[in-house]
């Protein structure tokens, strides 16, 4: 199962730009060779050409005088004339053996004379009738194969690169062929330029196909850090996107939230009140045996929560009503700690201050601020075991800049709640909502600043929340 499924793994994106670039520089491979191959046969083509053209013009010419000769001497069509014509061709170029035929294709002479008399090709015929030569080089050839003459016992007989050309014997005044040759010469000066001119094409195709390598190469790799930059961008974007949406799904259920909110603050203010005062007057005595601590426990958390309460009413009274007014960074940090002096005194956890500088922050945002600290420094507390330490920290930075940090030694977030830090999740302590850092974090957003997680592991957990500007 484990083969099959590695089997159909998709490439990886490197294994796919090597893939392309291969198949683009084998094509390109591929079109190079296809091109030179053809200029290759076309160049060796009009070369045979030029080898049979230059034979075919110095046989009519010899046809030619021969034929004046035997005029002025009154003789016409005299036996052997084609003959003579190739015959004295062939002392100029060189020429191995020869054969004649006359105007209808039938052999005529030969030499040597125990050549072989074969008829002449039908296809090759068509060519000399129209007046073309036709040219031929073999590569590996034997004088026994092109004359049949014996080799004697003590000669060895060497195979070497042979010219074959059929040439028209063509009279002056035109017309019909009045016969044809055929020429075997020595194909070694052929065969050689045939073996440099390849030479020269390979080295030609081999530079193209380098030089074309490299530029399809360069396009390539541009190409693709292109499509990475732009793939990289998207994914960017996309996940932008992704946070964004759950970031206004969020503002959507905490604004609802909010509204309900406030009218349960506001509903909740005076019975908490009322609550609080009529447990202050009730003497524990009166209560039952053993029930002191449980009533004292009831009092305080009857007066944490309208504490609570009191601090979200005058964060919705200033919003509602547009106040005005300035609070230090110093105050904020002390006010703050305030705040959790009894949480933190029920769990045995110390709450450390240090404020370096004063920096002056507008009502609203000191209002959001404090409960953001707050709710950092419950979760702190919650976290430390007792005996241990939870330290708020203000600094005042240059241009107006300030920086919260509450920090903890305790064990550490988990994994799942790092993973999706301040989104909606399902909390780990027994009572919680999971909506605390994500509360947290919008309530940053709407003040102007930024929270963020600074570390958390093992020795303990930092978040800071900063203001660039006051």
């Not at 693709?224 to 994914?235: H, M, Y």
């Not at 709710?375 to 430390?384: G, H, K, M, S």
Request: charged share 20%; net charge neutral.
């Amino acid at each position: 199962m484990n083969d099959r499924a590695q089997a159909t793994e998709p490439p990886t994106p490197r294994q796919a730009r090597f893939a392309v670039l291969a198949v683009t520089l084998i094509v390109l491979a591929a079109g190079i060779a296809f091109v030179t191959w053809r200029l290759r046969e076309g160049l060796r083509g009009e070369i045979l050409r030029h080898e049979g053209d230059a034979l075919a013009a110095v046989a009519s010419l010899q046809l030619t005088n021969s034929e004046a000769t035997l005029a002025e001497l009154g003789v016409k069509d005299a036996p052997g004339a084609l003959a003579n014509a190739a015959l004295q061709a062939s002392r100029l170029r060189g020429v191995l053996a020869m054969r004649v035929f006359d105007a209808r294709g039938k052999f005529a002479d030969a030499l040597p004379w125990m050549a072989p008399e074969d008829p002449v090709a039908t296809a090759d015929w068509q060519e000399l009738s129209a007046g073309r030569a036709v040219t031929r080089l073999h590569p590996r050839e034997t004088l026994t194969a092109l004359t049949g003459l014996p080799v004697p016992a003590t000669a060895a007989e060497a195979a070497v690169p042979v010219l074959e050309v059929w040439v028209p014997l063509m009279r002056t005044g035109g017309g019909k062929p009045a016969g044809a040759a055929q020429f075997w010469t020595d194909g070694r000066a052929l065969a050689a330029e045939f073996a440099a001119l390849d030479r020269r094409l390979a080295v030609q195709a081999g530079l193209a196909w380098l030089t074309g390598a490299l530029l399809i190469t360069l396009t390539l790799a541009w190409a693709f850090r292109r499509l990475a930059a732009a793939d990289a961008a998207l994914r960017a974007r996309t996940a932008d996107l992704e946070r964004a949406n759950r970031e206004l799904t969020l503002l959507a259920k905490t604004s609802a939230l909010g509204t309900v909110t406030a009218h349960l603050i506001h509903g909740l203010k005076s019975p908490l009140a009322g609550l609080e005062i009529f447990m202050k007057d009730l003497a524990p005595g009166g209560m039952p045996s053993g029930a002191g601590e449980e009533w004292r426990a009831a009092s305080d958390l009857t007066r944490r929560l309208r504490r609570m309460v009191d601090g979200v009413v005058s964060v919705l009274r200033d919003d509602e009503a547009g106040v005005d007014y300035e609070m230090t960074s110093r105050e904020l940090v002390e006010l703050t700690a305030a705040k959790v002096d009894a949480a933190a005194e029920a769990a045995g956890v110390r709450v450390a201050l240090s404020v370096i500088g004063e920096a002056p922050m507008p009502g609203r945002r000191a209002n959001l601020t404090g409960l953001i600290l707050q709710n950092l420094l419950q979760n702190a507390i919650e976290a430390t075991p007792r005996g241990g330490t939870v330290k708020l920290t203000g600094l005042a930075l240059a241009g107006g800049a300030v920086e919260f940090r509450v920090e903890d030694h305790a064990a550490g977030l988990p994994p799942a709640v790092r993973a999706r830090l301040f989104e909606p999740c399902q909390s780990t302590k027994a009572e919680g909502s999971g909506l605390g850092l994500a509360l947290s974090h919008q309530l940053a957003q709407q003040a102007g600043g930024r929270l963020e997680l600074v570390r958390s592991d093992e020795s303990g957990t930092c978040f800071r929340l900063q203001y660039k500007t006051a």
